[in-house]
Nanobody, 121 residues
Framework: QVQLVESGGGLVQAGGSLRLSCAASGRIFSINAMGWYRQAPGKQRELVARITNGGSINYADSVKGRFTISRDNDKNTMFLQMNLLKPDDTADYYC???????????????WGQGTQVTVSS
C-alpha cells in the first residue's frame, strides 16, 4: 500500500557529489520522520541523516558538514545532497519513513529498496 522509491545513486570519484531522492507513494495519511540509512558490505546498517515533519534534523558525525537532508512535504519526497564524497561513503543507501496510512492508525516504518553509492579513490 505504501512504496518508497530511491533514486540518484551511482559511481562518483572522491570529492564529487550525488543527490539522492526518495519518493513515497500509495495510501498515505501523514508522514512523520524520514531518514536515510546506509549499509556497507560486512557492516551494520547505520543512520546517515533524519528529518522530522517539523524540520528537525540530525546527522551522523561522519557526514556532518558534507551531507544535507531535506524534504518536500507537499510531494512526500526526501532528498540527500552528498558533497565531498569519500570512499568510506560507499554503501547501499536506504530511505526510511514513519507513515500513518489512516488517521486512526499508529505510524509504521517503511523502507525503500536501496540505491547503491560507490565512491572511487
Amino acid at each position: 500500500q505504501v512504496q518508497l522509491v530511491e533514486s540518484g545513486g551511482g559511481l562518483v570519484q572522491a570529492g564529487g557529489s550525488l543527490r539522492l531522492s526518495c519518493a513515497a507513494s500509495g495510501r498515505i495519511f501523514s508522514i512523520n520522520a524520514m531518514g536515510w540509512y546506509r549499509q556497507a558490505p560486512g557492516k551494520q546498517r547505520e543512520l546517515v541523516a533524519r528529518i522530522t515533519n517539523g524540520g528537525s534534523i540530525n546527522y551522523a558525525d561522519s557526514v556532518k558538514g558534507r551531507f544535507t537532508i531535506s524534504r518536500d512535504n507537499d510531494k512526500n519526497t526526501m532528498f540527500l545532497q552528498m558533497n565531498l564524497l569519500k570512499p568510506d561513503d560507499t554503501a547501499d543507501y536506504y530511505c526510511n519513513a514513519s507513515i500513518r496510512t489512516r488517521s486512526w492508525t499508529a505510524p509504521s516504518d517503511y523502507w525503500g529498496q536501496g540505491t547503491q553509492v560507490t565512491v572511487s579513490s
